[in-house]
């Protein structure tokens, strides 16, 4: 597994479009941080800052996410080097873990600019007004008014955008598995993938809030409020429990995949 995991990740280094993902990524986290910076400083209005949402990380994550797991497992079918490891000596299960380590550590590592900004906002006690979208990025950076710098809450901080990082990867680990249900359709599975990510986060948010036992059900999934309100008042307790579930349903996808993948043709 280790050795299918350092050749993705040697292929993805000499890809262009992962280095591109990573500079809109850098850019969109900069630009939301700027836009709450202004709303801060009063030099902007929430109004004029509304269409910044669309670059927030709750939509540009999953965007990239979907984008990443087509590109991933469809391309590397499209390659035919799924076709050959399964023909050699790595079996099914082994592959679909591997490219599931690999898929979890890439959408963290798109995640990793929106965390420095909001980790050096922090650190910097800049003004930064309200958040204008689901986003702990963007929480983190509205709560430097009102949280003192100390290194206990920095680490907290980075402890809470790991976790996040995580909670994103379990979002979208069912597009993973539509990635090897569709195998050469990457289109296909970032379009069906994003769109059905955005109607579940929208869906959960709008029923969850209408019911107490639906929202309970909610929270023990990666679209539950309690990984979008994690700041420096949330216990550990339910930092564990986001935790638990994200690593819940990555393991679970992988599980499904493995079985969808475990009996289809491979040509």
């Known amino acids: 597994m280790i050795n299918l995991i350092k050749a993705d990740f040697y292929k993805i280094n000499r890809s262009v479009i992962y280095k591109v993902l990573?500079?809109?990524?850098?850019?969109?986290?900069?630009?939301?941080?700027?836009?709450?910076?202004?709303?801060?400083?009063?030099?902007?209005?929430?109004?004029?800052?509304?269409?910044?949402?669309?670059?927030?990380?709750?939509?540009?994550?999953?965007?990239?996410?979907?984008?990443?797991?087509?590109?991933?497992?469809?391309?590397?079918?499209?390659?035919?080097?799924?076709?050959?490891?399964?023909?050699?000596?790595?079996?099914?299960?082994?592959?679909?873990?591997?490219?599931?380590?690999?898929?979890?550590?890439?959408?963290?590592?798109?995640?990793?600019?929106?965390?420095?900004?909001?980790?050096?906002?922090?650190?910097?006690?800049?003004?930064?007004?309200?958040?204008?979208?689901?986003?702990?990025?963007?929480?983190?950076?509205?709560?430097?008014?009102?949280v003192e710098f100390s290194a206990g809450a920095l680490l907290k901080y980075i402890a809470i955008t790991a976790i996040m990082a995580l909670v994103y990867a379990a979002q979208t680990a069912f597009v993973f598995m539509l990635a090897f249900v569709f195998k050469t359709k990457a289109l296909i599975v970032t379009a069906v993938g994003f769109i059905t990510c955005t109607f579940i986060g929208m869906t959960s948010s709008l029923v969850a809030g209408n019911n107490e036992t639906v929202e309970k059900i909610i929270s023990w999934t990666p679209f539950g409020k309690d990984a979008y309100s994690m700041g420096n008042a949330t216990e550990a307790g339910t930092m564990i429990k986001v935790l638990l579930v994200a690593v819940a349903f990555i393991a679970l996808f992988t599980c499904l995949t493995y079985a969808t993948f475990k009996n289809s043709e491979v040509k």
């Not at 902007?44 to 990239?64: G, K, P, Q, R, Y």
């Not at 592959?95 to 963290?108: E, S």
């Open 22 to 146: 990573f500079i809109i990524m850098a850019v969109c986290a900069v630009t939301t941080t700027l836009v709450s910076h202004f709303l801060g400083t009063g030099d902007m209005d929430i109004s004029s800052a509304s269409t910044a949402a669309l670059l927030s990380d709750a939509v540009m994550l999953n965007l990239v996410s979907c984008i990443i797991a087509g590109q991933l497992v469809c391309g590397d079918f499209e390659n035919k080097l799924i076709q050959s490891a399964v023909a050699g000596t790595s079996g099914r299960f082994t592959l679909v873990c591997g490219k599931m380590i690999t898929y979890t550590l890439l959408v963290g590592m798109m995640a990793l600019p929106y965390a420095l900004c909001a980790v050096i906002g922090y650190a910097l006690s800049g003004e930064f007004g309200a958040p204008f979208s689901a986003s702990v990025y963007l929480n983190i950076l509205f709560e430097t008014s009102s």
